[in-house]
């Protein structure tokens, strides 16, 4: 199989993570670390309304612990505003190329009207290629260029 073709064919659809955990603008850092702790999520979608209008991850989060922090302050003030999103109907070459891009762990998918439907993710997207050559992923030893630094046996 042409892994090749395999990318440049296959939707993201078929990679995507679905259920999205989403807050609202107004929720405070607090109540979105609690349900992402609740649901063991590193990211929330923010959404007004149906629609999406930013990301916060465990990234953000770190940036916020920080003696003092004041943790009441609305996820909409912290949150990355207007991230990069791709459509499930694109291709997963697609989602690597934008992801590689700009050095993202993760991509809402949205509809074409702004509301969220998941994530894409760098886990998703390995196992995805896993299933492609699971001989050779399974296969591999734990260290593949291991060489014994003195003589073994008889």
């Known amino acids: 199989m042409d ?7 296959d939707t993201v659809a ?6 999205p955990l989403c807050v609202k ?13 609740e649901k063991r999520r590193g990211a929330v ?11 916060f991850t ?15 302050v609305s996820v909409g003030q912290v949150m990355t505003a207007n991230p990069e999103t791709i459509a ?9 190329t934008k992801m590689s891009r700009g050095g993202f762990r993760r991509l809402p998918i949205v509809d074409p009207d702004g509301r969220p ?14 299933g492609h050559f699971p001989a050779i992923v399974y296969n591999l030893p734990p260290n ?10 008889a």
Do not use: W
Request: proline share 2%; hydrophobic share 40%; net charge negative.
């Open 117 to 130: 439907k998941g994530f894409v993710t760098v886990a998703g997207i390995l196992h995805y290629l896993v």
């Open 58 to 72: 465990e990234r953000d989060a770190l940036k916020l612990m920080e003696p003092g922090a004041d943790l009441d």
């Open 25 to 37: 603008v107004g929720d405070s850092v607090r109540e979105t670390l609690h349900a992402m702790k």
């Open 144 to 153: 593949p260029h291991h060489t014994t630094q003195s003589r073994e046996g």
């Open 3 to 9: 892994v090749h073709l395999t990318l440049d064919t």
């Open 45 to 55: 979608l923010v959404c007004d309304g149906e629609k999406l209008a930013g990301i």
């Open 88 to 96: 499930d109907s694109l291709t997963v070459g697609d989602a690597i």
């Open 14 to 19: 078929q990679v995507a993570t679905s259920n």
